[in-house]
């Protein structure tokens, strides 16, 4: 299994620029999520999505966009980039949301470092 | 969600065994608690949960007193390849949707 995979590694992009970071799991978990990392910083949660045609929105979802078609794949979209939202982007995934006593593991891809000027 | 506290950073050598510890004062009947590890450039990665008493795995042991009101984590003769933050949660039952990381404690291993 290749895990928790994201593209791109790097982007830098122009205020006012839209673009889509990619985020996909082939351990057909069902419970996908994506998070920021600010420098110093924990990381907080932007979106989630329990299932395909299921998200809800987590601490800081405001400029960013998901929707989750697919079990595999979980997009994060950036309408209209800021500066603010230079950050390191996180996507995780989780099985098993139905068990009691399940072992809270979420799988962290390597994430996405963006820049915007 | 119940609200952590742990040190901001720590300072070990190699060969020495390291206790990071966690207070939780509002953890809930239902809720876990949760260890991560985070590298520079690379996301979390979980160690070891645990609800009461002791968990030990292959990467660490889990410390939970009987009001499991704090938590240690504790890491055996450190290497500098353990230097990271690590990062203490407090969990639901079944998981959390909405895990809440702090800033997380920066361990650095010397020679």
């Known amino acids: 299994n290749a895990g928790v995979t994201q593209t791109p590694k790097f982007q830098v992009l122009k205020t006012g620029q839209s673009m889509t970071l990619q985020c996909a799991q082939d351990?057909?978990?069902?419970?996908m999520s994506w998070y920021r990392q600010d420098p110093g910083m924990g990381l907080r949660l932007i979106h989630y999505s329990v299932g395909a045609g299921i998200t809800d929105q987590g601490e800081v979802p405001n400029g960013y966009n998901v929707s989750r078609s697919t079990t595999e794949d979980f997009p994060l979209r950036l309408l209209s980039a800021a500066p603010s939202q230079t950050s390191v982007y996180f996507c995780a995934s989780r099985q098993d949301l139905r068990a009691v006593h399940s072992t809270d593991t979420q799988y962290f891809g390597p994430g996405t470092r963006l820049t915007v000027l | 969600l119940a609200k952590t506290t742990q040190p901001i950073s720590m300072d070990s050598y190699e060969g020495q065994e390291v206790n990071i510890t966690c207070s939780h004062n509002n953890i809930a009947t239902n809720d876990y608690i949760t260890w991560y590890q985070q590298f520079p450039s690379q996301g979390p990665r979980f160690i070891i949960q645990?609800?009461?008493t002791k968990v030990t795995n292959e990467v660490a042991s889990l410390f939970i007193p009987a009001d499991r009101k704090s938590s240690t984590l504790s890491l055996p003769r450190v290497s500098l390849s353990d230097t990271a933050v690590y990062y203490c949660l407090v969990v639901g039952a079944g998981g959390g949707n909405k895990l809440t990381f702090g800033t997380g404690t920066q361990l650095k291993v010397e020679l």
């Open positions: 351990m057909n978990h069902e419970y």
């Open positions: 645990g609800y009461k």
